[in-house]
């Protein structure tokens, strides 16, 4: 009859969605692993240039001493040039797949953690922060003889705020993608379940 045709077709629709759900979800976990990696290489150079940020203040300190001469100051000032050149390198170097993560190219990044668009559900964005000598403040910053080094000091410490709060959001969100991944592990099962005709549900109480 026709009530059968329609049903069987609702039936074999039905099927070929979760079907293909399952199979999409299938790829999700990888993806999101892939994309806490992306979050796992920010901490790692994050974590540095925190570092350097520390040893700059060290060496606006000492320079800030009124006993130390001005050619010291100068000597200091010698390092303290390199370490700045060195987080414009980590900055500029650090990329996942070909991806810049801290030179603000781009002031968020998505991630494709779901099946579907919907942005509440199956994308999470996260914000990126500029990790360039110029985005931190730190560009004209000096702690020779000819710069006063008080400036130096507060440029620092609005740096080492700036880099604090993205190594906090990107510790956040890696631990976010991780519940992602497994929460998508049991999606995955139960759907496989349904497809497979088996009526266990996994985290639900039938």
């Given at each position: ?81 390199n370490m700045i ?30 099946s579907g668009t ?78 497979g005709g088996k ?8």
């Amino acid at each position: 009859t026709l009530a059968a045709i329609v049903a069987s077709q609702a039936l074999i629709s039905g099927a070929f969605s979760l079907t293909q759900q399952s199979i999409q979800l299938g790829y999700s976990p990888r993806m999101t692993i892939i994309h806490t990696s992306k979050q796992e290489a920010g901490q790692i150079y994050i974590p540095e240039v925190n570092n350097i940020l520390i040893r700059l203040r060290e060496l606006s300190i000492e320079a800030n001493n009124g006993t130390v001469s001005p050619a010291d100051k100068d000597t200091l000032d010698q390092e303290f040039d390199n370490m700045i050149q060195e987080i414009d390198r980590i900055a500029m170097s650090t990329k996942f797949n070909r991806v810049n993560l801290f030179v603000g190219l781009a002031p968020s990044i998505d991630f494709q953690v779901g099946s579907g668009t919907t942005p509440a559900t199956d994308i999470i964005t996260v914000g990126l922060s500029s990790m360039l000598v110029s985005d931190l403040g730190l560009s004209t910053i000096d702690i020779s003889s000819a710069g006063p080094p008080t400036t130096a000091i507060n440029a620092i410490d609005a740096a080492i705020d700036i880099v604090s709060a993205s190594r906090g959001d990107f510790g956040a969100l890696q631990n976010r993608l991780q519940s992602t991944i497994n929460n998508l592990s049991v999606s995955i099962e139960n759907l496989s379940a349904t497809v497979g005709g088996k009526k266990v549900l996994h985290g639900l109480s039938l």
